[in-house]
């Protein structure tokens, strides 16, 4: 399925294709092929922070792109299921990425060491919550952040540095993110993808190869709403990394 074929799938569901152009075209633009970064380097150590800042950044963006190709693809094949999971994915993305820019506000005003720092960008880029992995040699330490505490940092980076407002004026992230999770898990939201009720047959219609209503493939507007907040904050990032000395 080409990109056009997929444009057409949202206009004719009656979504803001031109916004989700625009949303994708600034996620792609940022991508780079390559990201310097020389391995090993003291913890702590400037070049270290700028340099691993950078592959997080980037590795995030990769994620955040093909998760609004693959809620595009999801419209397109009518799956409910698959869009939500992308959007929610999409929010932990843009969680992610919220989280890594307060903490870097936090070393620029000297609130935490430049070593607490290196650390959470090493629990960012090597974390897991895989029990094998946790249990090897040497793997303390390095289980992931809760994706609550990430969304908390990431809001409040959103609501002052993207929205102009106090720190904690909006929830705006974490209130999209659970919603969506209602989507993601076999709960109603979820459920009602699945069939129709029939009161006048007496039971339920089951939805097999069917199309998304308009609610339901409106889901995807939500991602242009965390689209413009991943791209704002990825850009600040660039003024709050160390400078090289």
């Not at 709403?225 to 791209?231: E, R």
């Amino acid at each position: 399925m080409n990109r056009e074929q997929i444009l057409d799938a949202l206009r004719a569901h009656g979504l803001d294709v031109d916004e989700y152009i625009s949303v994708l075209g600034e996620l792609e633009r940022r991508a780079l092929m390559f990201v310097e970064a020389a391995s090993g380097g003291e913890a702590g150590d400037p070049k270290r922070i700028r340099d691993l800042a950078f592959v997080a950044r980037q590795t995030l963006l990769h994620r955040a792109i093909e998760l609004t190709k693959g809620a595009g693809v999801s419209v397109a094949n009518e799956n409910g299921y698959a869009l939500a999971l992308c959007v929610r994915a999409h929010f932990e993305t843009t969680a992610a990425l919220g989280y890594l820019h307060s903490r870097l506000r936090s070393l620029q005003v000297g609130n935490i060491t430049p070593e607490s720092m290196d650390k959470d960008l090493t629990v960012m880029l090597l974390g897991s919550r895989d029990g094998k992995i946790l249990s090897i040699e040497g793997a303390d330490g390095l289980e992931a952040k809760q994706i609550l505490t990430m969304l908390e940092h990431a809001d409040k980076s959103a609501s002052k540095y993207v929205l102009g407002d106090k720190a904690n004026e909006h929830k705006m992230l974490i209130e999209i993110y659970k919603w969506l999770c209602e989507f993601c898990h076999p709960n109603f939201h979820s459920n009602k993808l699945a069939f129709t009720l029939s009161r006048e047959k007496g039971g339920f219609e089951f939805r097999h190869s069917g199309q998304l209503e308009y609610v339901e493939a409106n889901i995807l507007s939500n991602l242009l709403i965390s689209g413009p907040i991943f791209v704002h904050l990825y850009d600040e990032i660039e003024q709050l990394v160390p400078r090289e000395q």
